[in-house]
């Protein structure tokens, strides 16, 4: 029993050191460039605000690279605990996020992204806020850009949701395969100036502002409820914060 003592001894520290581990966030981010909130090498602000949020609260991001459908499917698994996602009333089956009441708390989003439509410069096609003036096709939309399509379908307008990225979707536009584009005002801007000047024009009001959330998985909140809380403060902090005003700065 002498002998035995070193080895149970031994064999008792991984579990101590596991104990003191900070806790663990599986995260899922996107296989696709949203410039310059997310990119997929991690260096979008809103990547390094989770950070800064992680640090803060005490977690560990294990980060993990998929396209957004098949992270709001792990994310509804418990594959992957979390990811950052827009709130809809059909993604509260699926995960948790930072309420007020029965809305979502904006003051713990990381921002707010703001979408336009866009249109070939030829075109009569405008959006006046309300409504679609013009538009005899379909109006493109990233895939699984749930927030916008529920928005389209409740106005009755014919959408193709099949193009996985902004640039795929532009082509689309020029290509005459869409009448307009639904993107992110930063993201399409950049790319019109890059690709399409002269060609690709916005067509009328912004379509949607968007606020951006830590979605976390039905599972991890119901296993961590506090860490969970934690977290939404910690990015709601940290958005506030010198650091990341400064890393927006530098990073445009």
Not at 90 to 105: H, K, L, V, W, Y
Not at 169 to 189: F, H
Request: proline share 6%; aromatic share 8%; charged share 25%.
């Amino acid at each position: 029993m002498k002998h035995l003592l070193p080895l149970l001894l031994l064999a008792a520290l991984p579990a101590v050191h596991a104990a003191n581990a900070a806790p663990v966030l599986r995260f899922c981010s996107l296989d696709i460039d949203f410039a310059p909130v997310a990119r997929v090498d991690g260096t979008g602000h809103y990547q390094y605000l989770l950070q800064l949020a992680a640090r803060k609260a005490g977690v560990t991001i294990e980060r993990k690279i998929a396209p957004r459908r098949r992270c709001l499917d792990e994310v509804r698994t418990g594959i992957v605990d979390g990811m950052i996602g827009a709130y809809s009333p059909e993604r509260t089956a699926i995960a948790a996020f930072p309420m007020s009441g029965e809305a979502p708390d904006v003051t713990k989003s990381f921002g707010a992204v703001r979408y336009y439509p866009y249109r070939r410069v030829a075109s009569e096609v405008s959006w006046d806020g309300q409504r679609f003036h013009g538009l005899d096709g379909s109006v493109g939309v990233e895939s699984a850009f749930i927030f916008v399509t529920d928005r389209l379908r409740a106005l009755g307008v014919p959408f193709d949701d099949g193009a996985k990225t902004l640039e795929q979707n532009m082509d689309k536009l020029r290509a005459d395969r869409v009448d307009v584009v639904i993107g992110m005002d930063l993201e399409a801007d950049r790319l019109v100036a890059s690709r399409h000047a002269g060609r690709i024009e916005r067509a009328g009001m912004a379509f949607d502002l968007t606020p951006m959330y830590l979605m976390l998985s039905k599972q991890f909140h119901a296993q961590q409820p506090e860490l969970a809380q934690r977290l939404w403060q910690a990015v709601q902090d940290a958005r506030n914060s010198p650091a990341y005003k400064r890393y927006q700065q530098d990073h445009p």
